[in-house]
């Protein structure tokens, strides 16, 4: 916490007040009774942890979701969007983690799309380009020009090119949605550097990050919001990390997850990995034994997921050992006794259009494994209710598909299981099931990982936890360990330690 | 040297004009070898017979550019052909109203295909394969063969000349360049390669995806209108099976995606579609010089459309990683 000129909010301009803002979605509450305001120049974090709702808020001011509840005033007026393309024209510019342009076309063309100025009919090219030239000066950007395909650019060039958008619509309100998590660390800088532009601007900066660093190096206020409520509204300065963490994390352990082995790590070593690395991953020491469940914690872009890719042989690791195997392919992964249930289960994990039937049999049909299991015995095990093997995938709930695709995996009996996100999106009742049925696989001597961005389950479910950061190993944690102390190394870094 | 084919190749349009010099001169010393002579004469031909399918490909590669397709062109060309010749009727004095009516039928067919793509949200392979369908009805009901009399003024525009070069050529140039000008220098072009690079970011940028889709379908069934007039103008009549027998629909799209344009749409051109026509029909002049028999050629056409596709394929493939 060096530099931060706090600035006083009463006295700014107020341009954004989003007062008792609510949504559900399909009867679900996501957001209730939420409350923010943005003054003029003042760069405002909103964090929380995943499903915390911030997303969502973010996506009513952009127009892109209604509010059931609650008013959004900007500039003193109440405004109601309809479209993305009105909030935009009110002054509202959001910068998604996926950038919204166009690849294959020029910096200008990407900067004026839909509002092209035109002279005599025909499109002004020069206007477009020297207005974005200009932009660009302003920015003090000179490493590409408005002529350059965005395809050719950077990460951290692209997001330039959103912020330059920004800017020609004259936004006064800016979001920038973990605009970090695609950047290296020297383009963190630069990105820092561009929101200071922004700021003495007078635009108002909305920064939604799990990065406390990052919050505490830029942010005026910070306001924190826990499953879809308002939790504060308070000055950098006058919080601390721990105070932080604390409002974003702190709440009862209410589930109820199946009780932990008895003595966890008993049985025999199942896959090593030492020193394994890919493009996304480095220097990883990682041991799974027979019967132990370990949880694999980590932010978006920690390389959470790359590492179950890498194990099951679909990115595999280019350096460093793993034992018994190294998988190449998918195949080999398969043919290794490893199986993946997927983060996103309806395009990776399923064929949807397909019956249970054939879904449940889609691994041992693909390496010709012979022993087929009845299939109805393995839905009675992955308790599919009702247990109908001629159902097209497509119309079961969440649940269901999901343990669709562990039966699938079931087929094959794998040495090592590999879960990713395993109850996204699954009902209470179904992922008490999910829970139950990895502890049994682990007690009948499966070596399990799970990768969760949910934390309490993330931590009522692992024997062990480790903490990606970065594509590395941040650290281990034992059973039992609080929310506190992993997002303490997830998060970050100097400013949380 | 690798280095620069490699950067010849790296854009498709430069790729297919490339490919066309080459085979020119490849097929130039084939001819000369063979005992022939590879003259003007013979490039003016060329013009001749690829100016129709040029015509036609011109109006596809706006359609493609905006993440759509028409397959209902051929049978279009058949209407067209029979629309205008019924309606001149062998009068000089018809040709005007004709060439409005025929026109006119050929917006509103594209008018159907961009609506019932944007509308009812039906896929363009399918939409404008159902339109084919319905023409197609129409044509088989109505007529059994040729009908109508074009007058001799308007088989001007098929067979005469200004200078060395076919009124039919200057057509299809000016058809190209008009097209090619919409899309490089005015905001409907920009919008075009927005929509089939990305509906959602062109959509969340204001702009009218719709409107945008129907006006290049619209657009195209023009060409393909205007390809009708060339082709009703050649024979002297109309005649329902002139636009399939000249495979107007397939090979369309082949030209234009040999000439670079992706098929996913958002990135090509037109100078690009006008080289892959050219690339087709030298290879074809080729052939008939060489008397060829017409099973190899097609061997070879296909061959050469897919190896274009693969190399651009790769190219683009290794940008992304």
């Keep these: 916490m060096e530099d931060i000129n706090q600035k006083p909010a009463e006295s700014a301009q107020v341009i954004l007040r989003m007062t008792g803002i609510g949504k559900s979605f399909l009867g679900i509450r996501v957001l209730r009774g939420i409350d923010l305001s943005a003054t003029a120049g003042e760069v405002h974090a909103v964090v929380g942890e995943n499903g915390a709702g911030k997303s969502t808020l973010m996506k009513i001011l952009a127009g892109v979701h209604q509010p059931d509840e609650g008013t959004v005033e900007i500039g003193g007026t109440t405004r109601a969007f309809a479209h993305p393309v009105e909030a935009q024209r009110a002054g509202v510019a959001i910068i998604y983690q996926e950038f919204n342009l166009l690849p294959e076309r020029s910096v200008a063309d990407n900067v004026f799309l839909g509002r092209e100025p035109t002279r005599r009919g025909l499109l002004d090219r020069a206007a477009m380009d020297a207005a974005t030239s200009r932009l660009l000066d302003e920015l003090d950007e000179h490493s590409f020009g408005p002529r350059d395909l965005v395809k050719d650019l950077s990460v951290a060039q692209q997001q330039v090119v959103e912020i330059v958008k920004a800017l020609s619509v004259d936004a006064r309100i800016v979001v920038m949605d973990e605009p970090t998590a695609a950047l290296a660390e020297h383009e963190v800088d630069l990105l820092y550097r561009l929101i200071r532009r922004l700021q003495a601007r007078g635009i108002a900066v909305l920064y939604i990050s799990h990065r406390l660093r990052e919050v505490f190096d830029l942010a005026d206020r910070v306001t924190v919001l826990k499953d879809g409520a308002h939790v504060a509204t308070v000055a950098a300065g006058d919080v601390t990390v721990a105070e932080l963490v604390k409002m974003m994390v702190g709440r009862e352990l209410d589930a109820y997850f199946p009780p932990r082995a008895a003595e966890p790590a008993a049985g025999e070593v199942r896959l090593t990995l030492a020193q394994a690395g890919n493009a996304k991953l480095d220097g990883i020491d990682l041991e799974l034994r027979a019967g132990e469940i370990v949880g694999v914690a980590g932010l978006q872009g920690s390389g959470r997921s790359s590492l179950a890719k890498a194990i099951f042989g679909a990115e595999p690791f280019t350096r460093g050992e793993m034992t018994p195997v190294r998988p190449a392919s998918v195949r080999e992964g398969v043919a290794a006794g490893i199986g993946l249930v997927t983060e996103d289960r309806k395009a990776e994990g399923l064929a949807l259009n397909q019956p249970v039937r054939d879904n449940a049999l889609l691994v041992a049909r693909a390496i010709g494994h012979r022993s087929r299991a009845a299939v109805s015995d393995l839905l009675r095990r992955v308790q599919l209710s009702p247990p109908r093997e001629e159902t097209e995938v497509k119309y079961l709930s969440g649940g269901n598909q999901q343990k669709v695709v562990l039966a699938k995996w079931l087929t094959v009996a794998p040495r090592v299981l590999l879960f990713d996100e395993p109850t996204r999106g699954v009902d209470v009742g179904a992922k008490a099931a999910i829970h139950d049925l990895m502890r049994e696989l682990a007690d009948s001597g499966t070596a399990i990982l799970v990768i969760s961005s949910e934390l309490p389950e993330l931590i009522g479910m692992s024997d062990r936890i480790v903490v990606l950061r970065d594509g590395r190993v941040a650290g281990h944690l034992p059973a039992g360990a609080t929310e506190e102390a992993v997002m303490a190394l997830a998060a970050a870094d100097e400013a949380a330690a | ?321």
């Design chain 2, 1 to 321: 040297m690798t280095g620069r084919v490699v950067a010849l190749v790296a854009n498709p349009t430069r790729a297919v004009y490339a490919a066309l010099l080459a085979t020119l001169a490849i097929g130039w010393a084939l001819v000369a070898f063979d005992g022939g002579t590879f003259t003007l004469n013979d490039l003016v031909g060329i013009q001749q017979r690829s100016a129709a399918l040029g015509i036609v490909a011109v109006g596809q590669t706006l359609a493609i550019l905006a993440g759509s397709l028409d397959l209902s062109v051929a049978y279009l060309i058949s209407l067209v052909s029979l629309v205008a010749a019924e309606t001149m009727a062998g009068q000089s004095s018809n040709i005007l109203t004709a060439v409005v009516v025929a026109l006119g039928v050929s917006a509103l067919v594209g008018l159907v295909n961009g609506v019932v793509i944007t509308k009812l949200k039906v896929h363009a392979f399918i939409a404008t394969l159902g339109v084919a369908l319905v023409i197609r009805g129409v044509l088989d009901h109505l007529y059994d063969g040729p009908a109508g009399r074009v007058p001799v003024d308007f088989q001007q525009l098929g067979y005469s000349r200004i200078g060395p070069v076919p009124v039919a050529a200057i057509l299809w140039a000016a058809v190209a360049v008009g097209v090619w000008f919409l899309l490089r220098r005015t905001r409907f072009g920009n919008r075009v390669y927005a929509v089939g690079g990305d509906v959602e970011v062109a959509r969340l940028s204001g702009v009218r995806t719709d409107r945008v889709v129907i006006a290049a379908h619209v657009l195209c069934s023009l060409c393909a209108g205007v390809a009708g007039l060339l082709l009703a103008s050649r024979l002297g009549a109309g005649a329902p099976t002139v636009g399939t027998d000249g495979g107007y629909d397939l090979e369309s799209i082949a030209a234009v995606v040999l000439g670079g344009t992706a098929l996913a749409g958002g990135r090509g051109g037109v100078a690009g579609t006008v080289g892959g026509v050219l690339l087709l029909a030298v290879l074809d002049s080729v052939f008939n010089q060489l008397e060829v028999n017409s099973f190899f050629k097609d061997v070879v056409r296909g061959v050469v459309i897919v190896v274009a596709v693969a190399v651009y394929a790769r190219r683009t493939g290794r940008r992304a990683s």
